[in-house]
């Protein structure tokens, strides 16, 4: 952490003033204003004296289906994971076989044998072979291990290959067109790496299909202010849930 108190004639290295531009304009709904209001009454709510007419709160704002209680976790996934990071669970007669058959693949895939072990950089390529095998069954073409490369969340995916584009050019930045409405890590990593958005608007009255036209409408638009080089197709769609079963149009 660079923040350091005044010290005589010395300032904070790192002030509201100083911080990285990009970094303030950074705009995140789902984590917005709305989301810190519930946190407040949700510390309201824990005294005995507060005045609203309910007693708990469902947070809806990220569609977390499982904070707000009306998912039940995938009991195989559970068991999985546990296996893996605690392996003598795998002796107790409460776990499945078929469990205990991927434990044994995935554990003898990893360096001593421990999920904590460093894996190569893509990820563990046993891994990235079952995925190769899925794509290649679901979309009847081959798919190739060493092109998978496997992240911790959507999120760093998103973000490394955005950054990837970035051309770093203030006058004629990267170009990306993003849905509207969209979740907001896109919008907000653009507006992080100084990538240039261009907003198309998604068919509402059309079940919120992409409509070609408005994609040429959004790119005329903009393609003046800077480099168009990629765009965001959102599938399954969220928030609005469409699902697009080919984007091959
Ligand atoms: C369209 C979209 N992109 C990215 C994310 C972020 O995913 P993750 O939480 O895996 O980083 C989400 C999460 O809901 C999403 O819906």
């Known amino acids: 952490m660079m923040i350091s108190e005044t010290h005589g ?8 003033e100083s911080l990285n531009r990009r970094i303030i304009a950074i705009k995140y709904a789902i984590r917005g204003p709305i989301a810190i ?3 407040e009454i949700e510390q309201q709510l824990k005294k005995d004296d507060h005045n609203f007419p309910f007693d708990h709160l469902i947070r809806a704002n990220a569609g977390d289906c499982h904070a707000s209680g009306n998912q039940v976790p995938i009991t195989y996934i559970r068991q999985f994971i546990a296996g893996c990071s605690y392996p003598p669970l795998m002796e107790t007669p409460d776990f499945p076989l078929d469990i205990k058959c991927k434990v044994e693949s995935l554990l003898s895939a990893c360096g001593g044998r421990s999920l904590g072990s460093y894996t190569e950089a893509p990820g563990i390529f ?3 072979q079952d995925i190769a095998d899925y794509i290649h069954r679901r979309d009847g073409h081959p798919s190739n291990p060493e092109d998978i490369y496997l992240c911790d969340g959507v999120t760093n995916g998103i973000r490394t290959v955005l950054k990837l584009i970035m051309n770093n050019d203030l006058k004629k930045p990267s170009g990306v067109m993003t849905p509207i409405p969209q979740f907001p890590l896109y919008s907000a990593t653009l507006s992080e790496y100084g990538i240039y958005e261009i907003e198309y608007y998604l068919d509402e009255d059309n079940n919120w299909e992409v ?11 903009e393609k003046d202010n800077c480099v168009p ?6 599938n399954p769609g969220n928030p609005t849930g469409k699902k697009r079963f080919s984007i091959k149009n």
């Not at 004639?9 to 509201?16: D, E, P, Y």
């Not at 409509?211 to 638009?221: D, G, Q, R, Y």
Request: aromatic share 0%.
């Open 9 to 16: 004639n010395q300032s904070k290295i790192l002030t509201i």
């Open 37 to 39: 209001r519930a946190a």
């Open 126 to 128: 046993t891994i990235r």
């Open 211 to 221: 409509n070609m036209e408005e994609l040429e409408k959004a790119l005329n638009k």
């Open 229 to 234: 080089r990629c765009i965001v197709v959102i």
